[in-house]
């Protein structure tokens, strides 16, 4: 087609010219002076990238209120620097990483969805060193021959649940996987039907089970589950006998289930390993702290299970990590199968896990410094003091109508009992002409990114799992979000 060619039909809508006239170009504005920073430190492309979109959406938003009001009447072209900001906002919004640290203001002290447990300074300084460094990962250096990886926690984690051996892969789905295929490929395992669980929507016992080659055998009811129906279900294809910690639910009302010594007991009878899931996988005792409910690994060990399994970013405190330990011969059996190749940790998860494991050679020292310890020993006093410091500072803050203290509970989460919590202060914000969900929003896009709880018209803001050292942070983030 001749486009020099006068158009019988009447042309696009659409602005006259002239109301483009003074706007950069795509080259003016990305060499332009408010841009040097961004200039050394994003590439090239992604500046070009910026900037043709910030035009292209000026000319968009033009053509439409031209549509609409007229081309006689429209606003004179923003100058250069307005787009040049434009384009430093945009930068700031799609260069930044998509994995960020978050200020976790929910209370939710393991929250999956914020990477469990932050880490101890022993674990961070090790992950720095190991990361930057070659590392003793497979070289034993006393003989200088080749050791294994899994070796490196082992006796650590000997020392600290008292078992025989123990082994690692990367969390404790795949604990679970690898042990039920190394101990029950093509035989049954019999679990009791009130802890066949669902964890975390995408852990499911049962479908664990099938991939791992073993045929899951239910005992029991919902309800109750007694010794007695492990004993009459136990024929030549069983090979196991298993218990689930039922993490984050809670059968009440008439129950009955067995305990890890009556299944020993059971086992040894009939020549049956014993094994025991323990799910968050406590290495103190955290009824001192008021939760009854969760497992130590040391007691599943010396009431005889065979095998042990705990993930090491839940009660643990430190990275994700499937920690088995048990009987030696069990575990070299795990060693031994094919998928500890494709389980297998790398060498950060190692150095994290040996520096918080270190840390727990004295108990009394892993309370004061592993960080989800400290935060879940907190006294409600200390609380409550920060709590109303941050009340205050929050007060006069512009855009916040109303900062109040309210007495709540934190929970542990990672999967753990949602009955079981600690109690806590928040902060009830309330926002000046922004709904709670506009304000979570605008908390989780700043930087740093902020996580609170959205409800009822406020955000409500946990200290329990705020640092102290965060406070002031805290308080600029809400500021921003409030502009
Ligand atoms: C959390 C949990 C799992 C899954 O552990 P991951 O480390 O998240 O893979 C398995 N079993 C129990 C009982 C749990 O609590």
Same mark, same amino acid.
């Given at each position: +087609?001749?486009?020099?060619?006068?158009?019988?039909?009447?042309?696009?809508?659409?602005?006259?010219?002239? $109301?483009?006239?003074?706007?950069?170009?795509?080259?003016?504005?990305?060499?332009?002076?408010?841009?040097?920073?961004?200039?050394?430190?994003?590439?090239?492309?992604?500046?070009?990238? $910026?900037?043709?979109?910030?035009?292209?959406?000026?000319?968009?938003?033009?053509?439409?209120?031209?549509?609409?009001?007229? %081309?006689? &009447?429209?606003?004179?072209?923003?100058? @250069?620097?307005?787009? *040049?900001?434009?384009?430093?906002?945009?930068?700031?919004?799609?260069?930044?990483?998509?994995?960020?640290?978050? /200020?976790?203001?929910?209370? =939710? /002290?393991? &929250?999956?969805?914020?990477?469990?447990?932050?880490?101890?300074?022993?674990?961070?300084?090790?992950?720095?060193?190991?990361?930057?460094?070659?590392?003793?990962?497979?070289?034993?250096?006393?003989?200088?021959?080749?050791?294994?990886?899994? &070796?490196?926690?082992?006796?650590?984690?000997?020392?600290?649940?008292? #078992?025989?051996? *123990?082994?690692?892969?990367?969390?404790?789905?795949?604990?679970?996987?690898?042990?039920?295929?190394?101990?029950?490929?093509?035989?049954?395992?019999?679990?009791?039907?009130?802890?066949?669980?669902?964890?975390?929507?995408?852990?499911?016992?049962?479908?664990?089970?099938?991939?791992?080659?073993? @045929?899951?055998?239910?005992?029991?009811?919902?309800?109750?589950?007694?010794?007695?129906?492990?004993?009459?279900?136990?024929?030549?294809? =069983?090979? #196991?006998? +298993?218990?689930? &910690?039922?993490?984050?639910?809670?059968?009440?009302?008439?129950?009955?289930?067995?305990? /890890?010594?009556?299944?020993?007991?059971?086992?040894?009878?009939?020549?049956?390993?014993?094994?025991?899931?323990? %799910?968050?996988? $406590?290495?103190?005792?955290?009824?001192?702290?008021?939760?009854?409910?969760?497992?130590? #690994?040391?007691?599943?060990?010396?009431?005889?299970?065979?095998?042990?399994?705990?993930?090491?970013?839940?009660?643990?405190?430190?990275?994700?990590?499937?920690?088995?330990?048990?009987?030696?011969?069990?575990?070299?059996?795990?060693?031994?199968?094919?998928?500890?190749?494709?389980? @297998?940790?790398?060498?950060?998860?190692?150095?994290?896990?040996?520096?918080?494991?270190?840390?727990?050679?004295?108990?009394?020292?892993?309370?004061?410094?592993?960080?989800?310890?400290? +935060?879940?020993?907190?006294?409600?006093?200390?609380?409550?003091?920060?709590?109303?410091?941050? #009340?205050?500072?929050?007060?006069?803050?512009?855009?916040? *109508?109303?900062?109040?203290?309210?007495?709540?509970?934190?929970?542990?989460? %990672?999967?753990?009992?949602?009955?079981?919590?600690?109690?806590?202060?928040?902060?009830?914000?309330? $926002?000046?002409?922004?709904?709670?969900?506009?304000? %979570?929003?605008?908390?989780?896009?700043?930087?740093?990114?902020?996580?609170?709880? =959205?409800?009822?018209?406020? =955000?409500?803001?946990?200290?329990?799992?705020?640092?102290?050292?965060?406070?002031?942070?805290?308080?600029?983030?809400?500021?921003?979000?409030?502009?």
């Amino acid at each position: +087609m001749n486009t020099s060619e006068p158009s019988t039909e009447r042309p696009p809508a659409g602005p006259p010219a002239p $109301a483009f006239r003074g706007m950069p170009s795509v080259h003016e504005l990305i060499e332009c002076a408010e841009l040097a920073e961004c200039r050394t430190r994003i590439p090239r492309g992604e500046i070009v990238s $910026a900037a043709r979109t910030v035009l292209s959406e000026y000319r968009r938003q033009v053509a439409g209120d031209s549509a609409t009001i007229g %081309g006689g &009447h429209l606003p004179p072209v923003p100058n @250069r620097d307005e787009f *040049a900001r434009q384009v430093i906002e945009r930068l700031r919004r799609t260069e930044r990483p998509r994995l960020r640290r978050v /200020i976790n203001a929910s209370g =939710v /002290i393991l &929250h999956t969805g914020l990477g469990r447990a932050p880490l101890a300074q022993a674990a961070i300084d090790s992950l720095a060193e190991i990361g930057r460094n070659y590392a003793s990962v497979e070289l034993d250096l006393d003989s200088g021959e080749r050791g294994k990886r899994t &070796h490196i926690v082992r006796e650590l984690l000997c020392k600290l649940t008292g #078992a025989e051996s *123990a082994t690692i892969v990367n969390n404790n789905a795949a604990a679970t996987l690898i042990v039920l295929a190394a101990t029950a490929t093509g035989r049954s395992v019999l679990v009791s039907r009130g802890e066949l669980i669902e964890i975390g929507g995408s852990f499911r016992l049962p479908e664990i089970m099938e991939v791992s080659g073993s @045929r899951l055998r239910e005992v029991g009811t919902t309800n109750k589950t007694r010794i007695s129906d492990y004993s009459n279900a136990i024929d030549d294809s =069983v090979a #196991a006998l +298993m218990k689930v &910690h039922t993490s984050n639910f809670k059968v009440v009302g008439f129950t009955e289930s067995v305990t /890890i010594p009556d299944l020993v007991r059971l086992g040894r009878e009939r020549g049956l390993p014993v094994i025991d899931d323990i %799910g968050s996988g $406590a290495l103190v005792d955290f009824s001192q702290f008021g939760f009854s409910d969760e497992p130590v #690994a040391s007691a599943s060990i010396a009431a005889g299970a065979d095998l042990v399994l705990f993930s090491g970013d839940k009660l643990v405190g430190g990275p994700q990590a499937g920690i088995i330990v048990g009987r030696r011969e069990w575990i070299d059996r795990i060693e031994k199968h094919p998928l500890m190749r494709a389980f @297998r940790v790398d060498k950060l998860t190692l150095a994290a896990l040996q520096a918080t494991l270190r840390i727990y050679r004295d108990p009394a020292r892993a309370l004061e410094i592993i960080p989800i310890l400290a +935060m879940i020993r907190e006294p409600i006093s200390e609380l409550r003091e920060r709590a109303s410091r941050f #009340a205050t500072a929050c007060q006069t803050l512009t855009g916040v *109508a109303e900062a109040i203290l309210a007495d709540d509970t934190t929970y542990l989460g %990672g999967g753990s009992l949602p009955t079981q919590g600690i109690s806590t202060v928040t902060v009830r914000i309330r $926002a000046t002409g922004q709904s709670e969900t506009e304000f %979570g929003r605008r908390l989780r896009l700043g930087d740093p990114a902020v996580v609170a709880r =959205v409800q009822d018209g406020v =955000v409500i803001f946990d200290l329990r799992t705020v640092f102290p050292g965060q406070l002031g942070e805290l308080v600029a983030a809400i500021q921003s979000a409030l502009l």
